[in-house]
C-alpha cells in the first residue's frame, strides 16, 4: 500500500520555529522548542490536534506540516511576547527570591494567557503584573496550609469527634457486592492502549460501576481481583488482612498503605502537592470531605476514579519486570519499558539479583517480584489528588496517568537501589 | 555514517552504525542514556555514533531526526540510510552526558592504577548541566534525574597499599599466592580498588589444615564505615568468605577442603547483584583503564576538548601515593 511521505513533525516545528523571532526563553539549547513548550503551549493552545487531527502524531503528512507550520508561525507574534512575559516571570521571581516549582510548568500557561490578553509586557507595568501573579500563585493559600491543617486536627475534642464519625461510617459502608464480571471490559480498555480510544469501555465500566465493585470486594472479599486470600494486602494498599477504619492522626509521618494512612496524611500531601491551594476548600471542609471519603470505595468518592483504579489493579497484576511480553497491548508496552529499564540498570552496575540475602536490598529487589504494589501506591495518591479537587480523569489522559506511574516506580526504584547500592550515603530510613 | 535501522528479537526498533543488532546487556565500556522510547549507547573506547534501542517510536520520534536525521526517523525497518543528524552539536552533548553517566558508575578508581576517584560533586553538576543541554532528548516530565543531592560523604581513610594478605596465618608453609583484579560488573562502584592487582591470595598449609587469606585494596575514598550489606565476598575456588574491613584492607580467611590443589581462583564480588552472563573481560578492562588513563594525561598536556570538571580535578589530584 502506498503511503504518503511523512515527516516528523518534531522537525517541522522545529523548522517554523527557527523563523520566530524573540522566542529564546521558550527554546532550548540548540533552538528547538523545549519540550515543555510544546507540551504546555503548542499543542494545547496553538496547534490544538483535537481541532487539527491532521496536525496530531509523531509523523505527520506534506498536507499536515503545512497547516502545523501556518498554525505556529500565524501565532508568531504571540508566542514571542509569551517569551517575554516567561523572561519577566523568571527574572521577577528570582527578586521575590521565589523557588518552589518548576518556572516553566507554573508559569509557561499564564505567559500565553498574558500575551493573549495584554499583549507585549511593558518594561513598567509588566513587572508589576508579574509581581502581582506571583504573588498569587504562590502566597494565596488562603489558609490551606500543613499549619492550618495541624491546627485543626490538633483540638482533642474535634479529633475525638472526626474518630467517632469515621468509625460510624466506617460501620455503616454499604458492603453489597456488586454483581458482574468486568475482566473482558477491563482487558479491552488496556487493549486500546497507547493510541486507541479507551472512552467506549471505561464509560461502560462506569456505568456497570465497575470501580465501586472492585472496591467493595477489595474490603473483604478472599481471592477478589485475582489477588490472594487477602486482596488489599496483597496489592499493597493495606498492611492488615483486611482494609481497618482509618485515624484521624495528627502528623505526616505514618503508614505508607494508601488505605492506612490516616486522613492527616491524606490531606496533608494534598497540600503539599498542590499548586494552587487556593482553589482547594477550606481545611474543614478537606477534613470533613475525607472523613466521608475514607469509608467509600477505593476510599475515593468518584466512580470513574475507582474504574481507572480498576483498570489499575489488572494492569498492575499483569507487569512482569523480569519477563517478557504480557497479556494486553498495555501490558506489553509497560513490560518493554521495564525491558529498557533492566538495560539501563545493568549500564549503571545498579542491577540486583532476584533475591538478595541482605537488607535492604532484599526489599528493593522484592518491589521488582510484586511490582503491583509500587504501582497501586502511586496511582492510588494521584486518583486520591484529583477526586479532592473534583477532577476527574478524560480518556485522552488515562493512558498518561497509567505509564506515568510505571515510569514513576521504574525512576524510583532505579534511585532506591543507588541509594541502597551507594558507600557514601549516610544510611537513612532503613 | 551508514546506519541501519532493525528490529530486535524482543520487537524493538534499532538504529545502529554497527552490522547486526546491538548485544543485549551492556558491558563495561557501555555509556548509555534513558531518553524518550528508548535508550541510546555508545561505547567510551569508539568514536561511532550512538546505537539506539526503541521500545515506544512515537514517543522517540521527538528527537530521532535530530540525532540521525529525518531520513533515519522514517526509514522503513530493514533498511539503510546516511546519518544526517539535524542537530549535530546535541548529538556532542547527548554523547558527553551518557559518558557522564558512565563516569558516575564506571570510572576504575585505584591507587595502585594511579587513577584519582572522580569527586561526586562536581559531577553532580557536569550531569545537571549536560542534562539541561541534552532537553529535547527526553519527554517533558521524564528528563533522566541527574542525581539530586549528592551525599555527604563520611571520613575516608588513606589506605596503605596491601602487599598482600595483611593476616591470616602467620606460620605455615606458603602453597601458593598470587594477585588478581575484580569483575566490575559484580561489585558497586567505590568498594574496591579496579586494579587487576587489587586482590591478593595466599593459601596456607597449617596443622594438617590448607587455609586461604584474601586481601583487597580499598576503593580510594571508601569511608571508614561500610554498612554491613556492602560488605563485598570472596570465593576462593566454591568457598564463599565475607571479607571485613580491617584497618587498610578488605580481609578474610577460610580453611579449604584438603584435596584443594595450590592453583587457586579468587573472585571478590558483593552478593545480592545480578550475576552477569559470562565471565568478565580483563582485556575490556585494561583498555578501560588505557582510556581514562590517556584522559588524564591529556587533560594534563591541556590536549582534551571539554574534559568534565570532575576529570579536570582528578587529573590534578596527587597520585603518588
Known sequence: MP????????????????????????????????????????????????????????????EGAARLTELIRAAGAVLADTAGWFALFKRVRRLMRITDGHPQDRYFQRCFELATTVGTPDPAAGRATVEEALREMHDASEGRTVEALKAHLADPDRAAELAARLKKSWVARDETPVPGDHDDLLTAVLDAFPSGDPGPGTRRLTAARAGTASGRALWAVRDALGAGPHPARELGLTAHDVPVVPSPGA???????????????????????????AELPPVAELVAAEAVRACEPWALSDETLRVVAAVGVRLALGLRPLETGGETAAHRAVNARWRREAYVLRARRLSLAPEPAAEPLTRVAGELARPWRAYLRRLWARLHGRDVRGLGVHDTELWDLLDGVARSVILDHRDQVRRALSVHETSPAW | ???????????????????????????VDAAVLDVAGGHLTWSVLSDAGPVAVIDDLDAAQSWIWAVYGEAAAVADTGSTVDADPALPELVVAAARLAYAHWAA???????????????ETLLAEDLAELTTECELLFAADEAEEAPATVPARGPSTAYALAAGPSTGPDNGIVLSRGTTGTDWRRIPPGLVDASEQAVSWQVTRIAAQTVVAVSAVPAPGLPTAVPAHLWPHATVTGEDIALRLAEDAWIGDSALPPSTGPEVTVDVHLPGLAAPSGPGDRALRTRVRAFVHARLDAIRAGTLPDPLRAETAAAATETDY
Open chain 2, 105 to 119: 558508575r564506571w570510572w576504575p578508581a585505584s591507587t595502585i592504577d594511579a587513577i584519582p576517584a572522580l569527586d
Open chain 1, 251 to 277: 502528623s505526616s509521618s505514618g503508614p505508607a498503605e494508601p488505605f492506612d494512612r490516616t486522613v492527616y496524611q491524606r490531606i496533608f500531601t494534598v497540600l503539599r502537592t498542590s499548586a494552587d491551594r
Open chain 2, 1 to 27: 555514517m551508514v546506519i541501519r535501522i532493525l528490529r530486535d528479537e524482543h520487537g524493538a526498533h534499532v538504529i545502529t552504525p554497527h552490522d547486526g543488532p546491538p548485544p543485549e546487556m551492556p558491558d
Open chain 1, 3 to 62: 503511503t504518503a511521505p511523512q515527516r516528523p513533525r518534531a522537525l517541522v516545528i522545529h523548522e517554523v520555529w527557527r523563523e520566530l523571532r524573540g522566542v529564546q526563553a521558550l527554546s532550548g539549547p540548540q533552538g528547538a522548542p523545549l519540550s515543555r513548550t510544546v507540551k504546555l503551549i503548542l499543542d494545547p493552545l496553538v496547534i490544538r490536534p483535537v481541532q487539527h487531527p491532521h496536525c496530531a502524531g509523531p509523523l505527520v503528512t506534506a
